[in-house]
C-alpha cells in the first residue's frame, strides 16, 4: 500500500519512518508540504499517512502550531485533510510533533465537546529517555494485536502532556507509560497516556518516538 510521509520544516525522523514502513511492506514516499500547497501531490494518491515528529517551525506557536494553521487557514488543504480522514479505507499515524498537529486538528475525536490539547511537560523542560510503554487491550489497526505487551521506546519532547478532559472511558487508548510518576510518565499526560486512537481504530496518535526502536540495537540496554 501506498503510504505518504509527511513533513514540514523543522520536522525530523522522516527516513527512519520510511525505512520503518517499508520494512512492514509499504510503499513509503517523501511528501513535504510545500508538495500538497502546489498540487504536486495529493493524498488521495495513498491510503496511509505517517506525519513525522521534530519541532515544526521551531514550535514558535506552540507545538504543531504553525504547522496545523497552514492546513487550517488553506482551504485546499483543509479539505485535503478532511477527505483523507473521512474515507474508510485510509489510516494515519502521528508521532510527536505529528501526534501534536493530530490533536491540534481535532482528527481523533472529533466527537467530543470538550477537545483534548498537548501541553508542555509538568517538569517545564524538554525530556529524552528510554522508557517503557504498556500497550492497553484497545482497538486499534497499528496495535490491536499488541494488547498487553510492554515496549521500550524513546521519547524526545518538550510539550508531550496529554490533556484529556473527558473520563478515560471515553478515549481509545492505545499506550500507556509503564509508571504513571515523573520520570516514568515524562510529561504529566492525563491518566499516563502515551498514544490514543480514534474511535474506528484508524487513526492514532502519540508521542513516543516508534520509529526509534524497531532495532535491538536502538535500545538504552
Known amino acids: 500500500p501506498k503510504l505518504a510521509v509527511l513533513r514540514e520544516q523543522g520536522v525530523n525522523s522522516q527516513t527512519e519512518m520510511a525505512a520503518a514502513f517499508t520494512r512492514a511492506g509499504f510503499e513509503a514516499y517523501d511528501v513535504h ?49 478532511s477527505a483523507f480522514f ?11 510533533n505529528g501526534c501534536q498537529l493530530m490533536v491540534e486538528l481535532n482528527l481523533i475525536n472529533p466527537e467530543h465537546e470538550k ?26 489497526v ?13 521519547v524526545a519532547h518538550g510539550e ?4 484529556l478532559p473527558e473520563g478515560e472511558d471515553k478515549y481509545n487508548v492505545v499506550a500507556k507509560y509503564n509508571y ?7 510529561n504529566g499526560s492525563d491518566y499516563a497516556v502515551a498514544g490514543i486512537c480514534s474511535a474506528d481504530g ?14 535491538p540495537w536502538q535500545n538504552a540496554w
Open 180 to 186: 504513571a510518576e515523573y520520570p516514568g510518565n515524562p
Open 142 to 154: 497499528m496495535f490491536g494485536s499488541l494488547s498487553g505487551n510492554k515496549l521500550g521506546i524513546w
Open 115 to 140: 477537545k483534548a490539547k498537548m501541553l508542555h511537560n509538568n517538569s517545564h523542560k524538554f525530556e529524552s529517555s528510554f522508557l517503557s510503554l504498556d500497550i492497553q487491550q484497545n482497538n486499534s
Open 33 to 81: 508540504m510545500t508538495d500538497l500547497l502546489t498540487g504536486r501531490i495529493t493524498l488521495e494518491d495513498f491510503v496511509g499517512l505517517a506525519v513525522c515528529g521534530g519541532f515544526s517551525y521551531g514550535d514558535v506557536l506552540g507545538a504543531g502550531g504553525g504547522w496545523s494553521k497552514t492546513i487550517l487557514h488553506n482551504a485546499m488543504l483543509s479539505d485535503m485533510f
Open 86 to 96: 473521512n474515507r474508510t479505507d485510509t489510516f494515519a499515524l502521528g508521532i510527536c
Open 160 to 163: 508531550g502532556k496529554f490533556y
Open 202 to 215: 484508524r487513526h492514532l496518535a502519540m508521542m513516543p518516538h516508534l520509529e526509534r526502536a524497531i532495532f
